[in-house]
């Protein structure tokens, strides 16, 4: 874990996805999340905006499985390196940020975030994510 990423609890309504997601991912992570009734992985937003860096599956279970809020951890494109997964597209922070903004998605896996540090782990309790923010 890394001590100066602290997890936090987000309000799900606040997450800017800028990415769409596939199907049967969402399905595979609805299905690990609730067959253990926890979260284990934080999702990674961009700390201004609350643009996902890292999690666009994990958010759109999330919102199937009606939870309120998610563990996150919060970065800067300072922090982070970013590359395009698909030919054609260029992508930076900026970018990504506006594309989250104004909800023009990339297609799946379009971007693929670099941290200099391995996430820090969560273990929590679904009910906790139930309640209200």
């Not at 999340?33 to 958010?59: C, F, K, N, Q, Y």
């Not at 499985?65 to 698909?86: G, H, I, N, W």
């Not at 297609?107 to 923010?133: E, W």
Request: glycine share 2%.
């Amino acid at each position: 874990m890394h001590s100066d990423w602290p997890i936090r609890l987000i309000s799900i309504e606040l997450i800017l996805p800028n990415e769409q997601y596939i199907e049967a991912r969402v399905l595979e992570v609805i299905e690990s999340i609730s067959s253990s009734d926890r979260w284990t992985t934080p999702i990674v937003l961009e700390h201004r905006s609350l643009a996902v860096m890292d999690g666009h599956h994990r958010l759109a279970a999330a919102k199937r499985l009606k939870l309120s809020r998610v563990p996150c951890v919060m970065l800067d494109y300072t922090q982070v390196t970013v590359e395009a997964r698909r030919v054609g597209y260029s992508v930076d922070g900026e970018e990504i940020v506006k594309r989250a903004r104004t909800r023009m998605l990339y297609p799946p896996k379009t971007t693929r975030h670099i941290f200099a540090h391995a996430l820090p782990a969560c273990d929590l309790d679904l009910s906790i994510l139930k309640l209200a923010t």
